[in-house]
């Protein structure tokens, strides 16, 4: 019998990395294996990866000697950043130079790189239209990683340029689902005026990104968008209101106001969903819902996203 081929995934006990380790461990007759990598093997989630038989490797995105180790051996690679652990721009170009370097020092044959758009291509920093932050971005979180595709790419790897949408689980971790207002009605804030937003669940990034990986020749040296439906805030909001069975209303509030809602990273955001609002025919057409699809048949809609997790989504004002 063959070998198989492994794979790492960095960030393996996060939302990504972990869709993908669940994704190639449920398909034992891939032909694939996966070492899964975090900086704590000692961690709960790592824990529970390696009960399930998963082999942890313990590697530092800052480090570039223990990400050659740790990809050693690996027909390739899952990369990513995670950008709110740190608001550094600049570190994260700094770790995707770190894995592409590691991935090139060990000759590894494909590596998919989750990215998002440079939106500095289409909003100049010198453009008026949204504010530049940290003084020289538009959307950072963003910037750096369209960015960092240089990285990888000037290296001459056989990369892939993975694409992804926003996470329908942002609805339950990072505060994004609907809010009661002060009249205890619910209501869906996103400053998307009437235009669709691209989003996935976090676990068909990690089957789309495994589709990717195995049909490795006929994406490498591409950028490859998914989502798993694009749609407005209306619609999201109609979503809602029939899963929850309560009215959900769509709240479209304007970019100024939302980029002064004072949490961490609100400027960000309200600068992203601008960048997503005002070129939304270019960002949905980076997202073909019918490749997604053939990456991952098990796609799911936000409908059917919403029927397993609606309990999850916290409500409170």
Sequence with gaps: ??????????????????????????????????????????????????????????????????????FTGCYGVFCLTNYWEHFSPEKEVA????????AKHVEVRHVVWSTLEDTRRWVPVTDQRMPTLMGKYKVP???????????????????????????WENMIFFGMGPKKGPDGRLALILPMGDKKLPGIAVEDIGKCCFGIF????????????????????????AALTEALGKPVTYNAVPFEAYRKFGF?????????????????????????????????PSLQTFEQWLVQNKGRIPLES
């Design 1 to 70: 019998m063959a070998e198989k081929k492994i794979i790492a995934v960095v960030g393996a006990t996060g939302a990504q990395g972990g869709g993908l380790v669940r994704a190639i461990v449920n398909e034992p007759a891939s032909g694939f294996t996966v070492r899964a990598l975090t900086r704590d093997t000692g961690s709960d989630k790592a824990k529970a990866l390696a009960a399930l038989g998963i082999e942890m490797v313990a590697a530092n995105l800052d480090d570039v000697e223990s990400l050659q180790r740790a």
């Design 95 to 102: 770790q995707a130079r770190a894995m592409a370097q590691a």
């Design 141 to 167: 979180h963003f910037d750096a990683k369209g960015e960092a595709e240089a990285e990888f790419s000037k290296l001459g790897l056989p990369v892939t340029f993975l694409l992804t949408s926003f996470y």
């Design 214 to 237: 195995k049909r490795g020749q006929d994406f490498i040296g591409k950028t490859v968008g998914i989502a798993g439906e694009h749609l407005t805030g209306q619609e999201m909001a």
């Design 264 to 296: 961490p990273g609100a400027d960000d955001l309200g600068n992203m969903f601008q960048f997503k609002h005002d070129f939304n025919e270019v960002f949905c057409g980076a997202r073909d819902l019918a490749l997604s699809r053939s990456l991952n």
